[in-house]
C-alpha cells in the first residue's frame, strides 16, 4: 500500500463473551501491520509503511484514530503479541505496548514464547519470525506437507511437515526489490509498477519492463515450487500470502491457496497458546 495506514478490513467478532482483545503486531521490513482480536477473530486490521526509527509514542499516533474509527481505544486492549524481523523497530514497539496498552507483550522469538513447533534448521534463531508465524498458522489450517509463499520485501517459500514443523526454505528477492534493482542498475530504464501484461512481448520499453517482472517473478515462483515438491518427495499443498501473493495468485496453478491473514492468524494461535503463562496486565 501507499505511504500511511491502508484501510482496515472489519470482520464480524465471533468472539464469545471475556475473550481478550488482542493486538497482534507484524512488523516486517517493508509494512507493520495492526491487528485487533478477538478470541480468534480479527475485528479490524491496518498496514503502515514500516519506519524503524517511529517511537513509541507515533505508534499511539497512528493507531489511536483507527481505533477510534472501529468503535474501540487503547482501554479495551488487554493483551498484545509481537513478531518483526526488524530488531531496531523492537524496543519501542515493546515500550509502546506498556505504555499505551498497559501489558507486557510476548514477543515472538524469546526464549519463553512457546510455538508448539520443531525448527528443524541448522540455526534456528536465523529464522525470521514472520516464516514461524506462518508455519504454526498454515499448519492449523490445511493438511499435511505444506510450501507458504510470503509475497513481501523478499519473497520466502518454507516447508512446513505434515506434523507441522519448520524444515526449511528459499529466499528470493521480493518483485518489487528486483524492479527497484532494475532501474537503479540502468541507465536507461525507469521505475514501474508492477502489473500483469496484456502480452509476454512488449512492444516498448515499459511493458516490456512489466513483462519481464511480472511473468519472469511468476516463472520464478512455479519453477521454485516445482523443485521444492520434487526434492522433498512428498505431495505439498503450496499457500500463497503476503501483500502482492493476490496479484500471482489467480495466474498460476503453483499455488493452490491464497490465505492473506495468516500471520496475523498465526499471532492469534500463539497468544492463545501461551496465555496461561503469559506476563500479566499491567496496572493503568
Known amino acids: 500500500m501507499g505511504e500511511g495506514f491502508g484501510a482496515g478490513t472489519l470482520y464480524r467478532s465471533g468472539g464469545g463473551e471475556g475473550d481478550h482483545v488482542l493486538l497482534a503486531v507484524d512488523a516486517g521490513n517493508t509494512n507493520i501491520v495492526f491487528a485487533i482480536c478477538e478470541g480468534r477473530e480479527i475485528r479490524a486490521e491496518w498496514r503502515a509503511v514500516m519506519d524503524q526509527a517511529r517511537t513509541a509514542d507515533e505508534y499511539a499516533v497512528l493507531l489511536n484514530p483507527l481505533l477510534s474509527l472501529a468503535g474501540l481505544k487503547f482501554a479495551d486492549l488487554d493483551c498484545a503479541i509481537i513478531a518483526t524481523v526488524v530488531p531496531a523497530a523492537l524496543f519501542d514497539l515493546r515500550l509502546f505496548c506498556k505504555r499505551y496498552v498497559h501489558c507486557?507483550?510476548?514477543?515472538?522469538?524469546?526464549?519463553?514464547?512457546?510455538?508448539?513447533?520443531?525448527?528443524?534448521?541448522?540455526?534456528?534463531?536465523?529464522?525470521?519470525?514472520?516464516?514461524?508465524?506462518?508455519?504454526?498458522?498454515?499448519?492449523?489450517?490445511?493438511?499435511?506437507?505444506?510450501?507458504?509463499?510470503?509475497?513481501?520485501?523478499?519473497?520466502?517459500?518454507?516447508?512446513?511437515?505434515?506434523?507441522?514443523?519448520?524444515?526449511?526454505?528459499?529466499?528470493?528477492?521480493?518483485?518489487?526489490?528486483?524492479?527497484?534493482?532494475?532501474?537503479?542498475?540502468?541507465?536507461?530504464?525507469?521505475?514501474?509498477?508492477?502489473?500483469?501484461?496484456?502480452?509476454?512481448?512488449?512492444?516498448?520499453?515499459?511493458?516490456?519492463?512489466?513483462s519481464g517482472l511480472y511473468w519472469g517473478y511468476l516463472g520464478l515462483v512455479e519453477g521454485l515450487v516445482a523443485r521444492i515438491r520434487a526434492e522433498y518427495g512428498e505431495p505439498m499443498t503450496v499457500i500463497g500470502t503476503g501483500g502482492l501473493a493476490g496479484l500471482f495468485y489467480k495466474q498460476t496453478q503453483a499455488i493452490e491457496h491464497l490465505d492473506e491473514d495468516l500471520t496475523i492468524r498465526g499471532l492469534v494461535l500463539i497468544h492463545a497458546r501461551n496465555t496461561k503463562t503469559a506476563p500479566a496486565r499491567l496496572h493503568r
Open 104 to 210: 507486557e507483550p510476548l514477543v515472538v522469538g524469546e526464549p519463553d514464547v512457546d510455538l508448539g513447533i520443531e525448527i528443524r534448521v541448522d540455526r534456528p534463531s536465523a529464522v525470521g519470525a514472520d516464516r514461524l508465524v506462518n508455519t504454526v498458522a498454515a499448519h492449523e489450517r490445511y493438511k499435511g506437507a505444506l510450501v507458504v509463499v510470503d509475497f513481501g520485501t523478499a519473497t520466502t517459500f518454507d516447508v512446513v511437515s505434515a506434523v507441522g514443523n519448520y524444515e526449511g526454505g528459499v529466499i528470493a528477492p521480493g518483485v518489487n526489490v528486483s524492479a527497484e534493482a532494475l532501474h537503479l542498475g540502468a541507465a536507461m530504464l525507469p521505475r514501474v509498477a508492477i502489473q500483469r501484461s496484456q502480452s509476454v512481448i512488449g512492444k516498448d520499453t515499459v511493458p516490456a519492463m512489466q
